[in-house]
């Protein structure tokens, strides 16, 4: 059996000290427990296994890991429609951890979200403990676990936005209600707007987009020709 109290107490026993200290562990799920305990961690694991399996499946939870240190480069463009589309079904994703200001997502059942590894995954496939990727208005980005999603009929809106070095047009449906919102540029010191309501969104706001390949298979990036409207 998996105890976790232990792992919490031999953190705050050694925090704050110079000392670095091992786990032993005998399965990745165990290490992970020690790596995470009272979100510190320790300060590395000894995993004692047999079989190679284990071991990169450890180093998959090292790379997931290192992954939410990579700045994201987002792309800025400008709104030219904002339309009232109708209903829709949309995903309504509750996550395990508090969201920041600006970070989130919601959209209907055909749209993608980022997972780990580059990947993504459609709105309507996720379920309870997917890991999903978040982003702020800089690049940062971090795991969060999906605790609930629920499907409803909703008001739809169509946003569509150009990019200003290539003129390339973007278009999203997203549920039309005030708690919908796009992250907008960063706009210097004092109190920034980190997000804009889609129901206040007007022709010339400007917002800011990941931009990705087209062409996916099975959630992963691939190079094939592809017109997608």
Do not use: W
């Amino acid at each position: 059996m998996l105890l976790v109290i232990p792992a919490e107490n031999i953190v705050a026993a050694f925090q704050g000290s110079q000392i670095t200290v091992f786990a032993i562990s005998k399965t990745p799920s165990e290490a992970q427990v020690f790596l995470e305990a009272l979100e510190q961690g320790l300060g590395g694991i000894v995993l004692k296994v047999e079989d190679s399996t284990a071991v990169l499946e450890l180093k998959d939870y090292f790379d997931r890991r290192n992954e939410d240190n990579n700045i994201l480069s987002l792309t800025k463009t400008t709104i030219t429609q904002v339309h009232i589309s109708g209903m829709g079904d949309r995903v309504s994703v509750d996550l395990c951890s508090l969201m920041r200001l600006g970070e989130g997502f919601l959209g209907p059942v055909h749209a993608y979200v980022a997972i780990q590894g580059g990947k993504t995954c459609y709105l309507s496939e996720l379920n309870t403990g997917k890991e999903v990727i978040v982003v702020d208005q800089n690049g940062k980005q971090r795991t969060a676990i999906v605790g609930h999603v629920k499907i409803e009929t909703r008001p739809l809106i169509l946003v569509e936005a150009k990019e200003a070095e290539n003129g390339t047009l973007y278009s999203a449906l997203l549920q039309n209600a005030e708690t919908v919102a796009l992250i907008c540029p960063s706009q210097g010191s004092g109190f920034p707007k980190k997000a804009i309501p889609v129901t206040s969104l007007k022709v010339g706001d400007e917002i800011l987009l990941i931009i990705q390949g087209g062409a996916r298979h099975t959630g992963i990036e691939i190079q094939e020709f592809i017109v997608e409207k």
